[in-house]
């Protein structure tokens, strides 16, 4: 055993289980936390973030571009309360998170004292895991076994230390117990259940793969079956790129943040293999379609949508005992009519990409990003229109990495995201993708990326409104009142920060912009730029509901539509299919 400050054991505790950066800002009831930090600060880096929140929305980003375990912490009171949002954040992303919170010293606590709080009963609802430390030599093991529980139930562990203990002497010795990240359970199929999900899709007119995040790491064998029995694959947003977005076969998402063709096969299909994914939207599929899921959480199975075959399995198991069977269907109309309308909706998208005559465009700047990004960039994205915008356009095709607020949905994560990418994978180009809206909520932590030297490229798409709001107030008939934002100069204000701030108002501006980037990152950059892409407020299209289909609604609602949302002459995926037939 070593003698050293139970806050110093925190720190080996979490380095020994590969945790190299930290988020948080210290005050003084947990300076002793802090100081244990230094003391290893070869093994781990402390980032001092400007705003709580943006620490815990970073360690979660962390967790779902890594797997690995994100860390933040905060003090008592305020501190504590600030990192809330990135904890549920981390809850309902069912990302492994560990928060550190700070506490008044046992000596005063009960007291009523300055910032005193009975912290435990908050974090009950967002954490997995839950605990305040009674005494020094608890800490280490403490924080342990919070760890642990943040990887075994996949959410956000909370050990709350009063600072006094922390700043206790003890005997500290390394726990020799394996470290498990992974809680994976051997789930047997039985052969009677890959029996009847084949018959079922040989019986099929039109059936759908549906993937979700559980779908991760199984790109090769997503393919592969989508190619064998000839399936269009529709993902959920946080799925993005599991299948590659370029690949014919791959519709896009289903829903507001969705694709014309995903939404178009998932109305036409017959069939829907539902496999890793907990789509809350899936209670809206079209009435008398069959559902086989297949997920390895039994709480899930049947929770969006009743299901006609359940499978309890882990995806790599199921696809792998699917694809055992050596089974290729013929060549399908309907898939084929499913890929045509994939390559006559990424043609409009490029069209409006080139239009800037009544101003510039979401679809310009995105396509403008994917021209420039790299096979291995990381994607941070915001909540709101531009989430709409980006799924829809960037390359997820190769080793590109994206994350997301998928279920809790907060705006302002864009930018911690960035910071978190940056972090994690140094080397890699990483661009944050935010609205004015989201970006003001946290720009103070622009000074973050400043201070490390992280050159992070930071979109912001500025149409001074809330437009994602915009939208619903449009369809309820309501008066846009409380959605329109100030603008600002975000590139002066950048500048004025220490990074690097570039304007586009415009295609010819916009082109400059993004030469500057490439000159910049080619001559070994170290600031974070920002992007202010000053565009033109559009409503972008809803695809949770398109009323295109000539068998279903009449042609004046047709053509309103169309003119609405600029959408020219996309057939619809029924008069494709009706063409080839």
């Known amino acids: 055993m070593t003698k050293m400050r139970a806050g110093r054991a925190l720190a080996k505790v979490l380095a020994s289980w590969d945790i190299d950066h930290i988020y948080g800002i210290t005050a003084d009831s947990i300076n002793n936390t802090v100081d244990g930090l230094y003391q290893e600060r070869d093994a781990i880096k402390y980032i001092q973030v400007r705003h709580e929140e943006v620490g815990a929305l970073a360690a979660s980003a962390d967790a779902k571009l890594t797997g690995k375990i994100g860390v933040s912490f905060g003090s008592a009171g305020p501190g504590a309360t600030h990192l809330f949002n990135g904890l549920y954040d981390a809850k309902m992303d069912h990302a492994p998170v560990l928060a550190i919170v700070g506490q008044s010293s046992t000596d005063v606590m009960n007291t009523n004292f300055f910032q005193e709080m009975n912290q435990d009963p908050m974090f009950i609802d967002v954490a997995v895991f839950h605990k305040q430390v009674v005494s020094a030599e608890q800490i280490p093991y403490v924080i342990d076994e919070a760890i642990r529980a943040a990887y075994t139930h996949k959410g956000p562990a909370v050990v709350i230390i009063p600072d006094n203990l922390s700043g206790t002497e003890i005997d500290y010795k390394p726990f020799k117990t394996a470290k498990i990240y992974r809680n994976q359970v051997a789930i047997k199929i039985s052969d009677a259940a890959i029996d009847e999900s084949v018959e079922l899709l040989k019986a099929a007119k039109h059936p759908v793969l549906w993937i979700g995040k559980g779908a991760a790491g199984q790109r090769d064998l997503v393919m592969e079956l989508s190619e064998k029995y000839q399936l269009p694959v529709v993902s959920t947003v946080p799925g993005t790129g599991i299948m590659p977005t370029n690949h014919p076969n791959f519709m896009g998402s289903m829903g507001r ?53 359940t499978i309890l399995a882990n995806t790599k198991d199921f696809l792998e005992a699917i694809l055992a069977r050596q089974i290729e269907m013929p060549t399908s109309l309907w898939l084929k009519a499913a890929q045509l309308d994939k390559e006559n909706w990424n043609n409009w998208l490029h069209g409006l990409a080139q239009d800037d005559r009544q101003g510039l465009r979401a679809e310009s700047v995105i396509e403008a990003i994917k021209a420039h990004s790299k096979d291995d960039t990381v994607f941070g994205l915001d909540v709101g229109n531009n989430t709409e915008w980006a799924v829809r356009q960037i390359p997820m095709d190769k080793q590109q990495k994206l994350t997301l607020s998928g279920w809790f949905a907060t705006m302002g994560y864009g930018l911690p995201a960035g910071l978190a990418g940056k972090l994690s994978y140094p080397d890699r180009q990483v661009y944050s993708i935010s609205g004015d809206g989201g970006y003001s909520m946290v720009m103070q932590d622009l000074l973050t990326e400043v201070k490390y030297q992280l050159p992070v490229i930071n979109v912001v798409l500025e149409n001074k409104s809330l437009g994602f709001i915009q939208h619903e107030k449009l369809v309820a008939n309501q008066a846009p009142y409380g959605i329109d934002l100030v603008g600002a100069d975000w590139a002066h204000i950048a500048q004025d920060m220490g990074a690097i701030g570039l304007t586009a108002t415009d295609l010819p501006s916009l082109k400059t912009a993004f030469e500057t980037i490439e000159s910049l990152e080619a001559n070994g950059n170290t600031k974070p730029i920002v992007l202010d892409a000053k565009i033109r407020n559009v409503d972008p299209v809803d695809t949770g509901f398109m009323p295109l289909d000539p068998h279903q609604f009449d042609q004046e609602t047709i053509e309103n539509f169309r003119k609405t949302y600029e959408l020219g002459d996309q057939p619809a995926l029924s008069s494709l299919l009706d063409n080839l037939k």
Do not use: Y
């Open 257 to 309: 943040l969705g694709t014309k063709p995903a939404f178009e096969v998932a109305q036409g299909a017959d069939l829907i293999l539902f496999i890793g994914a907990n789509f809350p939207f899936a209670r809206f599929w079209p009435e008398g379609v069959k559902v086989l899921q297949v997920n390895n959480k039994a709480e899930d199975l049947g929770k969006q949508h009743d299901a006609d075959l």
